[in-house]
């Protein structure tokens, strides 16, 4: 630095020192300014640790009430196959065996337990699935075969294994078979 640039560097201190000394409004308008924006900012922060927290408390809420509402689906999924299991019995009793009394009383046993499961899943929200007849659904059916039929191709017409929702939730697709060109 020259001793010109020097003087000049000097000069500019004593002014910048006599404004400030003679003006200290300006000097205060800037401090205010400065506490105005980080006021602002604070604000800004405050709102958006508000907005985070509500949005928290209302995600664990939600989750909270679907750990409530779905809590019994592995349960209930578990019914599914003891109702499967007592279906294929009545279905596989003949004739001859419901003529006999003995038989008949044991089947009546039976038939009732499968009429209070259905119960206690209709209390619960555990809905059998539709499908024969209806138009082959991914999010609810899953084709097992495909089978030679005058029906509108991809339409249900067998059904394999019953499907099952607990409220809006899939438990099991149903196993169906759906018709073809033949």
């Given amino acids: 630095m020259n001793d010109n640039e020097h003087d000049y560097h000097d000069e500019a201190e004593e002014i910048r020192a006599e404004t400030a000394a003679g003006a200290p409004e300006l000097a ?4 205010v300014g400065e506490l105005e924006k980080a006021l602002e900012e ?44 007592i279906e294929r019995a009545l279905a596989a009793v003949t004739d001859e065996l419901r003529a006999d009394q ?25 809905e059998r699935v539709a499908s024969k007849g209806l138009p082959l659904d991914p999010h609810r059916h ?6 030679p039929s005058d029906e509108e191709p991809g ?12 409220k809006d939730r899939l438990l099991r697709p149903a196993l169906v078979g759906v018709a073809k060109k033949p």
Avoid: P
Wanted: hydrophobic share 45%; aromatic share 6%; no cysteine.
């Fill in 28 to 31: 205060e308008h800037d401090r």
């Fill in 42 to 85: 604070a604000n800004s922060k405050a709102l958006y640790a508000a907005a985070e927290q509500q949005n928290t408390r209302r995600r664990l809420e939600k989750e909270m009430a679907d750990a409530k509402t779905y809590a019994s689906a592995g349960f209930a999924r578990d019914m599914l196959a003891i109702k499967d299991n």
């Fill in 102 to 126: 003995t038989a008949a009383n044991f089947l009546a046993g039976i038939e009732a337990t499968a009429r209070e499961l259905e119960s206690v899943f209709a209390r619960n929200g555990v």
């Fill in 142 to 147: 899953q084709a097992m075969i495909e089978i």
């Fill in 155 to 166: 339409t249900i017409i067998e059904e394999m294994q019953a499907g099952y929702v607990l």
